[in-house]
């Protein structure tokens, strides 16, 4: 089932009789599925019709096989009119994409699962962009769990605001970078935060900081598909999106969902990054494939979409970046910052 089967269910339902100048689906802010459970955010200032609202909600939606329930959730924001609301040419609403001040081109890397080294990648290919001669910025966007500050060496650091009241990136290696935990008291400080307190901290990070000229600013997105991935698909120019999976069949799962979210919200995919994919015996210089392999090139061959690269197992890609030296810049020369480079190099070609 797809966002736009949910919103033209929800355009039917006029609510004119009701004295607002709209239908359902002018009014939903935010719909996340999550298994069988559709949790949909509606704008409304007139707590007195919400029972009915809900309840018109809930009938527009009862022809969906693939949902069992509906939860519906209601937020002061005002409900857009017709003069204030965008429509597409089929009279569904359409969220007006904001571009960064200065900012070329917006690229995320997500994988929607974690522990398949999202992070990792994105550092090292924001650094290989910046190898190539690009200006370059990155956005830890995993507001409950950062680990760019860790990756770069720069936990413990602060950032700043200037004059015109604008948060100041760190630079380090010649990248811009911010991060939720350069703001934290302590690196141990929980971040514990509702959506909409999530999605402000995400829109500041993006448009009330001082990014200045860049080529590429990088997103290290969540795992998942959640509430960060939709904030930034309605309201920001993406340009492109790089998904990053492991040859497992756990991990490819997860993915290929990421994958279907990207294409249903309309943001381009430049392709799969493998990362752990085989590792290279150091006295043989044999590779061992121990995840399995060929299953990433079938993914994404279903998927229509090319691997970039695949990254081999490498122990000091693990050290050194717990040091705060990725590995391309603790080695440049080693196959795994190699891979890097070439990745970078495709997307500059595709995004410029």
């Not at 802010?29 to 069988?36: H, N, S």
């Not at 990070?205 to 860049?214: A, C, Q, R, T, Y």
């Not at 993406?238 to 990053?244: E, M, Q, S, Y």
Request: glycine share 8%.
């Amino acid at each position: 089932m797809a966002v736009k089967d949910i919103m033209d269910a929800l355009k039917g339902e006029s609510l004119e009789d009701l004295g607002i100048q709209a239908n359902l689906a002018q009014l939903v802010k935010d719909i996340k599925l999550v298994g069988k459970e559709l949790n949909i955010v509606v704008g409304l200032q007139k707590p007195e019709i919400q029972s009915l609202i809900r309840d018109r909600v809930v009938k527009a939606l009862s022809g969906f096989a693939e949902v069992e329930k509906v939860n519906v959730k209601f937020t002061d924001s005002p409900p857009p009119t017709a003069a204030q609301q965008p429509q597409s040419p089929m009279g569904q609403p359409v969220f007006t994409k904001r571009s960064v001040p200065g900012v070329k081109n917006i690229i995320v890397v997500g994988s929607g699962k974690g522990g398949v080294g999202k992070s990792t990648v994105s550092a090292n290919l924001a650094l290989s962009l910046a190898n190539l001669g690009f200006k370059v910025g990155l956005l830890d966007a995993d507001i409950y769990g950062p680990s760019i500050p860790t990756l770069f060496g720069i936990k413990g650091q602060r950032v700043e605001v200037n004059e015109q009241k604008k948060i100041l990136p760190i630079e380090k290696f010649g990248i811009k970078v911010l991060s939720i935990g350069l703001m934290l008291p302590s690196e141990d400080t929980p971040v514990i935060w509702r959506g909409p307190m999530l999605m402000k901290a995400l829109t500041q990070f993006l448009f009330d900081v001082e990014w200045g000229e860049l080529d590429y600013l990088i997103l290290d997105l969540p795992p998942g598909t959640g509430d960060v991935q939709l904030t930034l698909a309605q309201n920001v120019k993406i340009d492109g999106a790089v998904v990053v999976t492991t040859p497992q069949d756990v991990a490819l799962a997860d993915v290929r969902k990421a994958t279907s979210m990207f294409k249903e919200v309309d943001i381009p995919i430049i392709g799969v990054v493998e990362n752990m994919a085989y590792f290279v015996c150091p006295d043989s210089g044999k590779r061992y494939y121990i995840f399995g392999k060929g299953k990433t090139v079938i993914f994404a061959t279903t998927y229509g979409l090319r691997v970039l690269g695949s990254i081999p197992i490498d122990p000091e890609v693990s050290e050194k970046s717990d040091e705060g030296e990725p590995i391309v810049v603790s080695a440049p020369e080693s196959e795994a910052a190699k891979v890097f480079t070439a990745i970078a190099k495709s997307i500059a070609e595709e995004i410029h």
